[in-house]
Each structure stands twice: as C-alpha cells, then as structure tokens.
C-alpha cells in the first residue's frame, strides 16, 4: 500500500498541480460523465471513465461498480482477451489494492498480465502491471 501511495504523490507531483484542483477537476468531470451515463447506460467507456474520477474522489464502491459494470460490458462485447478488460481488470485491482483487499487484487493483476501476453498490449501497460503486481504482498 504504501509503495502504491509513493507512486501517486510522485504523479500528481510531475503534472504540476495540486491536490485540491485535480479534486474539483475531478468532481466536475464526473458530474459531466454522471449526466453522459443517463443518456447511455450501456457505455462500458462513460462507465470506466466514471470509475477513475470515483477512484480520485475516493468513493471506493461507486468507483468498483462502475468498473464491474465496464468489465461485464467489455467481455460481453469485446471477448474476455481485450486490451479493454485488461485496463479495466488492472483498476478494479487497484482499488482492491488501496484498500488492502490484496487477495482481490492479486488475481486480477495477474489474469490483466495473462491478457496482455495474449493481444496487443502496449508495453507502457505491461511495465506498469508488473510494477502494481510487485506492490502486493
């Protein structure tokens, strides 16, 4: 957890703003893709995009259940390999992660690497799944 915390603060210091604007950021974007979700209920990428800014808000549940709903949608339309479900597996560990669920973390970090070796992921994705895969005890 606290390697993970290291990796954020070191983030949100490299884009050179604060704390408390990327939060209002956040809060407005979210808003916007709330309002997005009502027209398109089924769209696995407003879903996803929701998940993030409840990630940054820390609204660990909503975010879970708009990445569970992307995740299904994903599979569904996309086949469980894509480099969709792979990204979107990879958030829903990390939400495990933050909050020390590390044996829910774990298998979806390594089924996200599975993918990754079987299509088209980038290698920034793969680097960066093996390093948040390491950060579990």
Not at 56 to 74: C, G, P
Not at 98 to 106: L, P, R, V
């Amino acid at each position: 957890m606290k390697k993970l915390l290291q990796v954020f603060i070191l983030i949100f210091l490299s884009i050179n703003i604060s704390y408390a604007d990327f939060i209002d950021d956040a809060n407005t974007e979210a808003q916007k893709l709330e309002k997005k979700l009502t027209l398109n209920p089924n769209d696995p990428d407003i879903l996803h995009g929701l998940g993030g800014y409840y990630l940054v808000q820390k609204k660990y549940k909503e975010a879970e259940y708009s990445y569970q709903r992307a995740l299904d949608i994903y599979e569904k339309s996309l086949g469980e390999d894509s480099d969709a479900v792979s990204m979107t597996l990879t958030d829903l560990a990390i939400i495990y992660q933050i909050q020390g669920k590390y044996k829910e973390a774990k298998p979806l970090y390594q089924r996200a690497l599975d993918i990754c070796e079987n299509v088209e992921c980038n290698k920034r994705t793969k680097h960066n799944l093996k390093i948040l895969q390491s950060t579990i005890k």
